[in-house]
């Protein structure tokens, strides 16, 4: 057998770290003889790691837990609070920014309305917001350990936005300049790979293997989960479902297509249909918050558009199934504000067209995380990031 060089050890010792680190961390409060069993790690092994993880503040220690006799252990938990991550979910005409802890529990959020989409205006934007979350974090060990970002967008496995539509932004590097002013790494993910990887780990998506998540905003992007691990495609394009083609000879679109899903199932698309049919005023802006309010009193104008609307994401998941015949389809972003008059036409559609086998096996949920999934997932990022640059990367962590 080949012995162990002293590359090799230390290389062991900070996989046993991490893997001390992870059990506490999923499964704490937990006792050191409880790690040892859960992990096969001997005792004197947990013990080292565990003194160190103390001293470096990512676990501590609490009261006595219960014994079948003698003295009580003491048990160890995950110091959340040893440090804060900022996620921000750029929209189209909104940014929302979130501060976490190193759990991704909610300290505070913001949003800003956003007037133009110009990069200058938009990082000036984020900017403000940064130092808004920063000045929001209570003091800890590690102060922000990352910023993450979901854009609309194509992001390049370097980081670099190569091609935003609705933003119009081409080939930018938003990290670097956040990075350079702020001295705190910066993470940038598609928005909808970031809210489905928020899903994977906290919300409708959980404990969900292969599950896709449908992003609708202004336009529509979608996330990939497949053997509980994001998939992003050869260059990290992946996901562009929104761009498949719902109608042959159907309208351009700004991708060079015709007929994209997001040109009749996206939010764009209702208040486009919104204008079209004079539902709102000649002096009222398109407005979602209107049309809500609308739906809500039962407008039979609005509740027409939000049936097609509704009817059109139906025609889009068919076909999502039929390609990757997930155990779950979740719908997320601002469109979930409608949930309540779009399950209905969407669950009719998939009715009608879906083979039998798949509509047994495939549940359509609508985001749990609300608003907040591409935001928490860029926040989740952020931390996955910090904790592998220290050695403490978990089974899953690829940012
Ligand atoms: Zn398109």
Redesign the pocket.
Known sequence: MKRLQTGDQSLVKQINKSIVFHTVKNKGPISRAQISTETGLNKATVSTMVSELIKESFIQEIGAGKSSGGRKPVLLYFHQNAGYAIGIDLGVNYILGVLTDLSGNVIYEMTEKLKETTFKYVTNKIFTMIESLIQNAPESPYGIVGIGIGVPGQVDNEQRIQLAPNLKWYNVDLKQVIEERYSIPVRIENEANAGAHAEHLYGAGKNIANQIYISIGMGIGTGIIVHNQLYKGTLGFSGEM??FTIEANGRK?????RG?W??YASESALLLAAEQNQILNANQEADLDILLEEARNSNPQVLQLLNTLGENIGVGIVNIINTFNPEAIIIGNRINRFKNWLTNPIERIIDERLANYFKESTEIRFSALNYRSTALGATSIAIEHFLSEIGLAGHSAQF
Do not use: A, I
Request: with cysteine.
């Open positions: 929104g761009h679109c700004s991708c060079g297509n994209c997001e040109l």
